[in-house]
């Protein structure tokens, strides 16, 4: 069934002194992707930029660029979209061709989905293989199917390293995560990338959002607490397909994708800089609230 979604990011930034000048790059706006249609959205940036423009970066996501040359001591950026998730096919993981085999596709690649996902098979600036061929190495036997290993990897992350906010940030080393066993959405889908990629594998970091505030739990009344993350394996027969380790499930009709990288930097939701403004505080809003056909956007 075809689920109707409303979704709401508000970022408030406030500043000790006034900012003269302020330039950022937003990816806030939601992608057309598998299993999902974005019907519409809509930024609104207060004070008003005197420069706003969007276009797509290297992988596709859509890229909002500000530039603010109004003094000010606060910057609020409110992002908003009607969502369409639409049910897809479940694939059967151990009907995908060996990791092995997957491999060295990579390593030769002979088309265009081979090509495009080679870019993820290497280390990025947050995702260092230091300790992951250790972590993951029994999951690698002979001949298994590159899936069932994405979804061994979701589950050894899930029951391995505890859920645990304020012990890292999104500059934590992968070793770090994988020796102290602690983290939270960002760092479960760091490990699994670099797990992947230790082998050969072509693993992206996709984030997003969660219609639930618990980890395991139950939907409150289709609210979310923050942004979310996962990982996506790529294989030669059914593309690319997706993992939650923080959940311990396959993302379904309950996550919404905003972008996708090579690792966090690469979707970083707001990233720029300012002149003046001293210390700042952050403040960010999340809310995904599930339509009727009565409140849907008409086409």
Request: net charge negative.
């Amino acid at each position: 069934m075809t689920v109707a979604l409303a979704l709401s990011h508000r970022t408030h930034y406030a500043y000790q002194l006034p900012v003269s000048q302020s330039r950022q790059l937003l990816r806030l706006t939601p992608r057309q992707a598998a299993g999902q249609r974005i019907l519409s959205t809509r930024i609104e940036i207060s004070p008003q930029p005197q420069e706003m423009a969007t276009r797509s970066d290297a992988f596709g996501n859509q890229l909002t660029a500000l530039l603010i040359l109004e003094e000010h001591r606060a910057l609020d950026i409110e992002a908003e979209a009607q969502i369409e998730l639409v049910p897809s096919d479940d694939v059967d993981l151990r009907a995908s061709p060996s990791w092995e085999h997957t491999a060295a596709r990579l390593q030769s690649p002979i088309d265009g989905p081979s090509w495009e996902a080679t870019q993820f098979c290497y280390p990025s600036p947050r995702v260092g293989l230091e300790g992951a061929l250790d972590f993951c190495r029994d999951l690698f036997i002979p001949r298994r199917s590159v899936l069932d290993i994405g979804w061994g990897l979701c589950e050894r992350i899930f029951n391995s390293i505890e859920y645990c906010e304020g012990v890292t940030s999104v500059n934590t080393p992968v070793a770090e995560v994988l020796r102290h066993r602690q983290g939270v959405c960002q760092d479960f889908a760091h490990s699994a990338i670099a797990c992947l990629r230790a082998y050969g594998l072509a693993a992206r970091y996709v984030s997003g959002y969660l219609r639930t505030r618990h980890r395991q739990g139950t939907a409150d009344s289709g609210a979310a607490d923050a942004s979310h993350a996962w990982f996506s394996v790529w294989c030669p027969k059914f593309g690319w397909t997706d993992f939650d380790p923080t959940n311990n499930q396959q993302p379904s009709q309950s996550h919404i994708t905003l972008a996708w990288g090579r690792d966090y930097g690469d979707v970083s939701p707001t990233i720029g800089f300012i002149q003046g403004g001293g210390e700042q505080t952050l403040e960010v809003a999340v809310q995904v609230t599930e339509q009727t056909s009565s409140d849907s956007p008409s086409q």
